[in-house]
Nanobody, 123 residues
Framework: QVQLVESGGGLVQAGDSLRLSCAVL????????MAWFRQDPGKDREFVGG????????DHADAVKGRFTVSRDNANNTVYLQMNSLKSEDTGVYYC????????????????WGQGTQVTVSS
């Protein structure tokens, strides 16, 4: 059973940086395309960024392009979301998701999900 465990969320000021981590337990990261989604209360989960299982392709939502970067460390079974120049609108619960050997998709049709980690950006 694959489990995803996010960490690294917290309360920061606008303009600060934060790095989220997603540890993959019970599985091999190298066979999964990974993505990060964000959800605000009462809203659908929205795509933030993703990286293919081969690691060769990344995709980031327009709202975070140039500020956020998804990366992966297969040796440590961990995916990261580096968030720079944070804005108040980046506030939300961030979820890590995994999909078996797939292209990156921006809809939330992933096989596995983490429990989420809260990011709050104060202005």
């Amino acid at each position: 059973q694959v489990q995803l465990v996010e960490s690294g969320g917290g309360l920061v000021q606008a303009g600060d940086s934060l790095r989220l981590s997603c540890a993959v337990l019970g599985g091999t990261l190298s066979i999964y395309t990974m993505a990060w989604f964000r959800q605000d209360p009462g809203k659908d989960r929205e795509f933030v960024g993703g990286i293919t299982w081969s690691g060769g392709i990344t995709d980031h939502a327009d709202a975070v392009k140039g500020r956020f970067t998804v990366s992966r460390d297969n040796a440590n079974n961990t995916v990261y979301l580096q968030m720079n120049s944070l804005k108040s609108e980046d506030t939300g619960v961030y979820y890590c998701a995994a999909k078996y050997r797939s292209m990156i998709i921006r809809s939330p049709n992933y096989h596995y999900w983490g429990q989420g980690t809260q990011v709050t950006v104060s202005s």
